[in-house]
């Protein structure tokens, strides 16, 4: 992976600011002396989510721990849009793929849910948040996804705000294209809702369509795996209603 | 896996038409008998990328050999989108997975290219074909898609027919976001093109640029994979420029 910057990334919790020192976690400590052989003098990349991103430098390097000096600042904070993913967990290619992917095409919040037909039973949310955070820290992101703790598609649904837009990646038929729909729809707080390997029961289609805040679209003629969906989903959210298309702005 | 016809789907190399019979692979026969336990009289769908889908029946199974006997036409012959996929293998997530991603996407042919960058040296093509005739299968697709020989970036551009266009995702900066791009483009056969995982060399974006089918496209102001920009940009098309949209034309 060649950085833009030509320069190592890492999210770190403290605050940043010029002439502050910070350690890095045990794993970046792992990863900065084993992986990437980095040496007294070098420079890194550091982000936390709140600070914009700033240039530091390994100020000392013993047996114990890396200290790194924050030098200045190269960019300013800005926030991803506000998007969320609901995933059910899935088996092959697994949630982990998914947070991966959705950290890249900037989701702001993944949420995994359990639907009646998911067959995962389990979500290891540290593993998870470990994945955003290589994700973000590779994409240039200046924030981490949150991952929330899994919860059932009902209670999802239970605490919904009906002012964010529910898009329902519904393979059942007789919804709308994505694109045609997202450029009818207006601004709006949007999450998209990906389904398991088996896509949603009768039921949870009934539910999801009695609802006014949800969206329900197809994603074209052929059928896609609920990790393909989720992906393309995000990439036509981003394009039409997101942030790429900001620098022609 | 459910799917939607209710009905395993095969792609099978024999013509299909009513009353023939016809004999699975190898690998299908032992897909029928030992993963799906298949017994006489079941039903299963074929298709063979030229006559359309039909149902078919097992109407003999001996230890040697399956007998399909097929019935009736379930839908006729259509062709997916003239869109290509140029795509520098990758090492993680590999190619076997942009090309089964790409099958569910509607690509029409998929050509792996070796880049300066390209870090992996031999492509097992018929692995990929495998992979592609898998995701046909299950996407409902009704054609697999072609699967070229891996050639050098510039062998392919040599080769290149300029009446298609070649839709360059180009992470150097200052190209259109791809979906303002796309949509401000003539209709035209495309192909799409996506880098290793350090992206392109300063000789190799000069070379695109100066060609005159070239579209240089960027996805967004975060850096994505090298699969994921792939796929997003597959999805986009699709949108766009694809069938994804025909239900409501």
Request: hydrophobic residues 40%; contains cysteine.
């Amino acid at each position: 992976m060649s950085y833009p910057g030509g320069l190592l990334r890492l999210f770190l919790e403290p605050a940043l600011s010029e002439g502050r020192q910070v350690t890095p976690s045990e794993a970046q400590d792992h990863y900065l002396r084993h992986v990437m052989r980095a040496k007294e003098g070098d420079a890194v990349r550091l982000f936390n989510g709140r600070d914009g991103e700033w240039r530091a430098r390994i100020e000392a390097m013993t047996r114990r721990a890396i200290c790194l000096r924050v030098e200045d600042r190269l960019r300013p904070q800005r926030q991803e849009p506000d998007l969320w993913l609901l995933c059910a967990p899935i088996k092959r290619t697994g949630i982990d793929f998914i947070v991966e992917k959705a950290a890249e095409l900037g989701a702001s919040r993944i949420k995994p849910v359990f639907t009646a037909r998911t067959i995962v039973t389990r979500v290891n949310h540290q593993r998870l948040l470990a994945h955003a955070i290589e994700a973000a820290e590779q994409s240039e992101r200046l924030t981490v996804p949150v991952i929330d703790p899994a919860v059932t598609l009902s209670a999802a649904l239970q605490q919904w705000d009906p002012t964010r837009r529910l898009i329902f990646c519904d393979e059942g038929g007789g919804a709308p294209e994505i694109g045609a729909a997202l450029r009818a729809a207006s601004p709006q707080p949007a999450a998209i809702l990906s389904g398991p390997e088996g896509g949603f029961t009768p039921a949870e289609r009934e539910l999801l369509h009695g609802k006014t805040y949800v969206l329900p679209v197809t994603l074209g003629p052929r059928i896609l795996r609920a990790d393909t969906a989720a992906l393309a989903a995000l990439a036509l959210w981003q394009s039409i209603c997101g942030d790429w298309y900001e620098p022609l702005r």
